[in-house]
């Protein structure tokens, strides 16, 4: 599999990204800054987390204007993955390339702990390595990831399956403390309508070595370097 | 323009007998920028006047310092041919006038002073001191505070992974907020400040001038009063996103030859930087105000040497290399203008629109500038305590200590700092007594902390001193980590009463000591005087920012201790109550002397923990500090989620003493294996004692009291929830 | 020409800064505040000299990057 | 009645949002794009119906909490 990391100023968990895809992979992604304007020959795009551009006016508006969005458009009408993390699901929901907003946090304060996330389906090229149900742990740290969307869209999202994780407790139940930043129906990652394009806000990338406090999140890579190979 | 005599100096903070040194240096009446520049170079804050005489006698150097004090940061060798490069500086004045922005500048400033080296920033702590929490001014400034640390440190992508913070009413008018940087360079590619190479030009890069912060630098050499008010108009508002592409724009660059010489534009902005590289490089330089990016219209040349607007770097180039630095700053959208070039007349000269604003002589500008002996008075020795009655019983004092301002869970604050970024964090605020942050591609990782006890400083500044310094080292040892250096900041009163320069003096010679009876040099820090409010002083607060190296990170152990696991005591606890979190917080009294410090004690017992943990024997390891051995045990447990049974105290010492006594150089084991350990002890003639067993969801002492875990865990959590709901 | 976009959350966003301004002014005793809404206003300096352009060019950076349509609603103002 | 607060940094403050939105406007093609300030709209339902007792009450709600005088500055308006 051939990854590419886009690296929009003020991103800072590019690295983290990079670290995570290898390990999974065995190959060092592509860094494509956001001036570029092709990425031939990439099968996964990565948006990683970050302030582009300081978060300024809203998380993610900026780096939505980006040169390298007409290609990362392309490459998702085409079919191609396209995985955004934090920041990144935030520029995916400007990009309007996933629907809904991410609001600022019901709190108004940023959240930097581990939280726990049920697996909604698992066959999908992320979730490949999870099994539907299953809760896996995944630090977060962000300011605005309350997910909105409007009923109507959040009926469909449910309808054709494509919320991909919910903030739940250990045990999987959904509860309001277990949804600490306020999304509406406890969702933390949705899934476009051909399941390529994935959006979530924590960081499973930061959760793939023992010495980090777990591997939780090293499914979610072997799963994609699996379902992507070759 | 106000003519230039010495009332203005006066305004601008030089005293008569300086203003004088002034006029015979210039030999005439230096313009209103050369004042300006002679008033910031000489403040308090840059001229160390009154510190620098007892700074100079600080241990500084070991054979792992590359570079001690003197530079922008302290850089230490932590093998693999790696560089740890670190300091901490306080932002305390800014940050009472502008909470948030205080703090986010301060940490913005303490990442250029460290990044302009060469590191790439790595981790960020933070020491922060409060008011009385019942006050609402406090609140506010805490929320501030904790939002711009956060702000500042998130958006640039450096875990925020440690710190302190405390409440004192002595901090009322004065908080401290007090930052650290730590980055990794490769040893042999260290960026220093000494300007060099006739006609080089001067590099300004980074923001654009405004009218931030001027006579910032002054404004913290100086007692709050009335009017300080007056002085709002000086915050510097940060911007991180800048700092973000500034830190990848410099580290790029540096990996080019282009680079001789670079400095950050920090307190008293253009004027320090160009100073301090062409005064380090012995030569002179030359700046045309004329190219400064600028923000604001008609600025003056004084307005741009003394504004202190963020995020902004000086450099000097190759002159062959200008083209790969200014392609680099432009594919950042950074601000890149050569604003002069280096001479070699020892002169700093100042042109703006064709006329010569300053022109000042840099060798009499260093070597003449103020150095005061201030005179010190001892602090009298704190009568000994005597016996203290227990008014409450164990239990219930546990309880009320650990839900106490000063020992409730932190979770709150580093709840707001991301720190995880970067994937290297692998103790996490909480988990440790000191962080853990890998560094990443390796094994090895480093070990940081941030460590003072205001109240024993207070009750005996050279005891105190001690012990900042110790138990800085003994959190870094009580990760496993072998600790290698530390940064201080000292953060006093008004240095020209005798009793506040004797607490400095007498603080100083503590952290000698202790640095050179626990080979534990300082290489960099800070001093922040006139922490004054209407004549009140803040409690002494020398912080300590300790860093520690290990050779694996996967040998690194955290806090929390596992049911099944015994609890075992290596030190010897006398039962020391004085200048204790129990004695203020349950006897309602704060008197004493501190808990003594032996530092061959410390150092035996620290060197034995640190070879059980490296050995894999211990599982669990927690220094007692605030609080005493029960805190400490407690917090061990609530990390692990289990309670414990506990034995009976040693019949020859008060039971409140032994659970909540001070001791130093103390350390609670969790292990599998006891009565190995306690052998091992016994063979290198440690104290040590078998205090009971984890397990079970109770915490039970020997005679049958007992507390349950969620209890405690609850009341250790209300506090912060409660207060800012 | 100076153009002021205001940028308001549609009504349906729950506005937490809001309800947040709200608590916090009642706890400081300010008696009867009711709904509290909070929403950005852009001060943009236009090279326009014709209002009518100014305001189409503000109103185009108002869709194309000031507002989020999803979440919010703007209105431009020429001054 | 209601009042309408506005917020806006004091001249002179740095306004790092403003200058980045002017950056990006810049990047999206738009030409002549001078100064952006960026500042806060808080929309007010207030339990008063004389409007002078209005503003007085908003006006202190500005003071008190609203802005930040350090770096801000705020204008009343009662609609
Ligand atoms: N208390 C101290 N102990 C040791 N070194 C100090 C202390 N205070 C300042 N220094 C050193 O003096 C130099 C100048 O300090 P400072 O002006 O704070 O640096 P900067 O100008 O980069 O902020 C630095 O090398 C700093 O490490
Ligand atoms: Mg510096």
């Known amino acids: ?230 | ?725 | 020409m100076k153009a002021v976009v205001t940028v308001m959350l549609k009504d349906g966003v729950l506005d937490p800064q809001g309800k947040a301004i709200g608590h916090a002014l009642a706890t400081l005793g300010f008696a009867g505040v009711g709904e509290v809404r909070v929403g950005k206003r852009i001060e943009l300096e236009l090279g326009e000299n014709d209002p009518e352009a100014a305001r189409k060019a503000a109103e185009d950076m108002g869709r194309r990057l000031l507002a989020n349509m999803v979440i919010e609603s703007f209105k431009v103002e020429i001054v």
């Open chain 2, 1 to 725: 323009m106000k003519d230039v005599n010495q009332a203005l100096a006066a305004e601008f903070g030089l005293s008569a007998e300086e203003y004088q040194r002034v006029l015979d240096i210039m030999g005439r009446t230096p313009s209103f920028t050369e004042l300006g520049v002679f008033s910031v170079m000489w403040s308090e804050h840059c001229s160390y006047k009154s510190s620098r005489v007892w700074l100079k006698t600080l241990p500084t150097k070991a054979p792992w310092v590359i570079h001690g004090p003197g530079e922008n940061a302290g850089v230490v060798d932590i093998g693999e041919g790696l560089a740890a490069i670190f300091k901490m500086e306080s932002h305390n004045h800014p940050s009472f006038i502008e909470p948030y922005q205080g703090a986010a500048t301060g940490v913005g400033g303490i990442l250029r002073d460290v990044f302009t080296m060469g590191a790439r920033p790595i981790a960020n702590l933070n020491a922060l001191r409060f008011g009385d929490p019942k006050l609402a001014n406090t609140k506010r400034i805490v929320d501030g505070v904790v939002r711009g640390v956060g702000g500042y440190g998130n958006c640039v992508g450096v875990p925020t992974v440690g710190g302190e913070i405390n409440f004192h009413p002595s901090y009322n008018g004065n908080p401290l907020v007090n930052a650290m940087t730590v980055g990794i360079a490769d040893k042999d590619k260290i960026f220093l400040s000494a300007a060099a190479g006739m006609g080089n030009p001067v590099v300004y890069v980074g923001s654009k001038t405004g009218r931030d912060g001027i006579h910032g630098a002054t404004m913290a050499s100086t007692e709050f009063d009335a009017d300080s008010e007056s002085k709002r108009p000086t915050v510097q508002v940060g911007d991180p996103f800048v700092e973000k592409l500034l830190i990848e724009a410099c580290l790029e660059l540096m990996a080019t030859d282009a680079i001789v010489a670079i400095q950050d534009m920090g307190a008293a902005g253009l004027t320090s930087s160009a100073v301090e590289m062409a005064g380090k490089g012995g030569v002179g330089i030359e700046l045309d105000l004329d190219h400064v990016p600028q923000r604001e219209t008609h600025m003056t040349a004084y307005e741009m040497m003394l504004s202190e607007s963020q995020e902004r770097m000086l450099i000097v180039l190759r002159p062959d290399r200008e083209d790969v630095a200014r392609a680099i700053f432009e594919k950042w959208d950074l601000d890149f203008a050569v604003v002069g070039h280096i001479t070699d007349t020892g002169h700093i000269v100042v042109k703006h629109n064709g006329v010569i604003e300053a022109d000042i002589p840099l060798d009499p500008l260093a070597e003449q500038a103020p150095l005061y002996h201030r005179p010190t008075t001892e602090t009298p020795k704190q009568a000994e305590l005597g016996d203290v009655a227990d008014p409450v019983g164990i239990l219930p004092a546990l309880f009320k200590l650990i839900g106490c301002p000063d020992l409730c869970s932190r979770a709150w604050v580093y709840d707001q700092y991301d720190s995880t970024v970067g994937g290297q964090t692998v103790k996490r605020p909480g988990g440790a007594d000191a962080a853990v942050v890998r560094i990443e591609g390796k094994k090895r990782a480093v070990a940081l902390t941030t460590d003072v006890t205001p109240r024993y400083v207070q009750a005996d500044p050279e005891m105190g001193g001690k012990q900042a310094v110790a138990e800085a080292w003994r959190n870094i040892t009580a990760v496993g980590a072998l600790p290698l250096a530390i940064t201080d900041n000292m953060n006093f009163g008004n240095p020209t009463k005798p009793e506040i320069m004797g607490q400095f003096a007498a603080s100083i010679r503590g952290i000698a000591a202790a640095c050179v009876a626990l080979d534990f040099p300082v290489v960099s820090g800070n001093v922040s005087l006139y922490n004054e409010t209407e004549g009140k002083g803040i409690l002494p607060t020398p912080a300590i920012g300790g860093l520690g190296v290990l050779e694996d990170a996967a040998q690194a152990v955290g806090l929390a201790a596992a049911p099944g696991q015994s609890l075992v005591l290596i030190g010897s606890i006398a039962g020391h109550l004085g200048q204790s979190l129990w004695l203020r917080e349950i006897a309602g009294r704060e008197e004493g002397p501190p808990p003594p410090v032996d530092l061959v004690v410390e150092r035996t017992t620290g060197d034995f923990v640190r070879t059980q943990i490296l050995a894999g024997a211990v599982a669990g390891c927690h220094d007692i500090a605030d609080g005493g051995l029960l805190v400490a045990i407690t917090e061990m447990l609530m990390g692990g989620n289990t309670g414990a049974v506990l034995l009976a105290p040693p019949a020859d010492i008060a039971e409140h003493g032994w659970w909540f006594g001070e001791d130093q150089a103390c350390y609670v084991l969790a292990v599998t294996n006891p009565s190995a350990l306690l052998a091992a002890a016994s063979a290198a003639n440690i104290p040590a004692r078998l205090l009971g067993l984890a397990g079970g969801s109770d915490l039970t002492l020997a005679g049958g009291a007992t507390i349950s875990m969620i209890e405690l865990s609850a009341e250790h959590a209300r506090f912060f929830a409660e207060w800012m709901n």
């Open chain 1, 1 to 230: 599999m051939r990854a590419a990391i886009v690296v929009f100023p003020g991103i800072n968990r590019e690295r983290d990204m990079a670290i995570a895809l290898e390990l999974s992979t065995g190959h060092k992604p592509r860094m494509v800054w956001h001036k570029e304007t092709s990425l031939d020959g990439i099968d996964l795009v990565v948006l990683p987390g970050g302030f582009s551009h300081g978060d300024y006016l809203r998380c993610g508006a900026m780096a939505a204007q980006s040169p390298i969005m007409p290609a990362i458009r392309a490459h998702a009408e085409r079919g191609g993955y396209v995985m955004g993390v934090c920041n990144g699901f935030q520029i995916l929901t400007e990009a309007g390339l996933l629907p809904g907003a991410l609001l600022r946090n019901a709190g108004l304060r940023f959240l930097s702990m581990d939280c726990n996330l049920r697996v909604e389906r698992s066959d999908t090229a992320y979730a490949g390595h999870y099994t539907p149900g299953q809760v896996f742990r995944a630090p977060m740290a962000h300011g605005d990831g309350n997910y909105f969307a409007s009923a109507d869209t959040l009926d469909r999202l449910e309808g054709e399956c494509l919320v991909a994780f919910r903030y739940a407790e250990a045990d999987g139940s959904l509860t309001t403390a277990a949804n600490r930043n306020g999304s509406q129906r406890n969702i933390a990652g949705i899934y476009s309508s051909n399941l390529r394009v994935l959006g979530l806000m924590p960081h499973p990338e930061d959760l793939v070595d023992p010495l980090m406090g777990g591997t939780d999140g090293k499914p979610l890579f072997d799963g994609l370097a699996a379902a992507l190979a070759a």
